[in-house]
């Protein structure tokens, strides 16, 4: 096996430090003296976007220029794989906070083609989570301490595949045209008449074709599906080709879905716009699919990391993570419940409800 592990360190021309990807600006920032660079206007990897062959990559057929080895180990209690960078042996894990300690392996894995970079600094993000915590009914009051508190936000690069297409889908059904007819009824005692709606169904069949380009698959299992969909849509038209500056000062998780298991979700989410063709292509008022055969060919995909902010809030014991979308600034989460907050608002109705009962009694 070719060893294509590769350090990526981006010393300061002027002082030696360490600089950072900067949201604000868009360019390298030192945060020693101040100096600031631009971002190499040639990418790491040059030229546009490609996509990779799905077949090649299942069969285990991919050059080592598109594979490379990372320092990545497990969180104990979440079980995210965390990349580490050359230099660093300890972190905390930005889904749970729970201390992690680099081991002695690497994980060999395919490169990022793309990367979304980061457009919202801690600042706006933070500022994005408190308005949206602010809006939380009984969260507890020191969550919202929590969150001015000023206790760091993880930068998180998440992996994402994504997967190109071409279908072919052959089917048969039923179409169903809608006709109205009176009938006459007894109601009360009195005859009336009245429309009632039928549908008259014809057998069908027929092709539809589609192109799908940039399905867009969560190559992460350590965070929420219904956190990070909700985080949706993402700019994917600005994406860059990847370029390791752009991750310099944040953290990246290194995908935990495979290839192939990324590719079953890919499938139910053009089955089910397959559908939605078809049932355009039947027409009528109502449909009935009956059988959907359908080939897919030329299967084409990317590995690519897209931004988020992350807080996570230890409260009773138990973890709360908020996630906010480092390009648009939503915010999505879980939350934790005031228990006294519940039952004070629960008294206070009760009492509301007895008072008002109180002065209609008396008013009668």
């Not at 074709?209 to 867009?216: A, C, G, P």
């Not at 990317?302 to 973890?319: E, F, S």
């Not at 005031?338 to 009694?361: E, H, P, R």
Request: aromatic share 10%; proline share 5%; charged share 25%.
């Amino acid at each position: 096996m070719t060893d294509v592990t590769e350090e990526h360190r981006f010393p300061c021309k002027v002082c030696g430090a360490e600089m950072r990807f900067d949201p604000a600006s868009g360019a390298m920032l030192c945060d020693h003296c101040g100096h600031s660079e631009p971002i190499d206007e040639n990418p790491w990897r040059g030229g546009a976007i490609t996509e990779l062959d799905f077949q090649k990559a299942l069969a285990s057929d991919m050059s080592d220029v598109e594979m490379e080895e990372v320092r990545t180990t497990s969180c104990p209690n979440c079980g995210a794989l965390i990349e580490f960078a050359e230099n660093d042996h300890a972190t905390e894990c930005p889904f749970c906070a729970t201390p992690v300690v680099i081991g002695t392996g690497t994980n060999r894995q395919i490169k990022p083609k793309g990367v979304l970079p980061f457009a919202l600094t801690e600042k706006q993000a933070r500022g994005e989570m408190e308005k949206w915590l602010g809006k939380l009914w009984f969260a507890p009051g020191n969550l919202k301490e929590y969150a001015r508190a000023g206790r760091k936000m993880a930068g998180l690069y998440v992996p994402y595949w994504t997967y190109d297409a071409d279908t072919k889908s052959t089917y048969t059904g039923q179409r169903g045209d809608a006709y109205y007819v009176t009938e006459t009824v007894q109601v009360d005692g009195k005859t009336e008449t009245r429309q009632v709606r039928k549908i008259r169904w014809t057998p069908v069949s027929g092709r539809v074709s589609r192109w799908f380009d940039d399905i867009l698959v969560l190559a992460s299992k350590s965070l929420p599906k219904k956190y990070t969909d909700a985080l949706e849509p993402w700019d994917l038209a600005a994406l860059e080709p990847y370029n390791p500056e752009y991750l310099a000062g944040f953290t990246a998780e290194g995908y935990t879905v495979t290839l192939e298991e990324g590719f079953v979700e890919a499938r139910q989410i053009m089955d089910d716009r397959i559908r939605q063709d078809v049932r355009r292509d039947i027409g009528g008022d109502e449909q009935r699919i009956s059988r959907v055969d359908t080939q897919v060919s030329d299967v084409t995909f990317k590995h690519i990391l897209l931004p988020i902010w992350m807080a996570a809030y230890k409260y009773n014991g138990k973890t709360y993570r908020f996630v906010v979308n480092a390009r648009t600034g939503e915010v999505k989460g879980e939350r934790p419940y005031s228990k006294l907050k519940i039952a004070l608002a629960t008294i206070a109705a009760v009492a509301v409800a007895a008072a008002i009962g109180y002065f209609v009694y008396m008013s009668k």
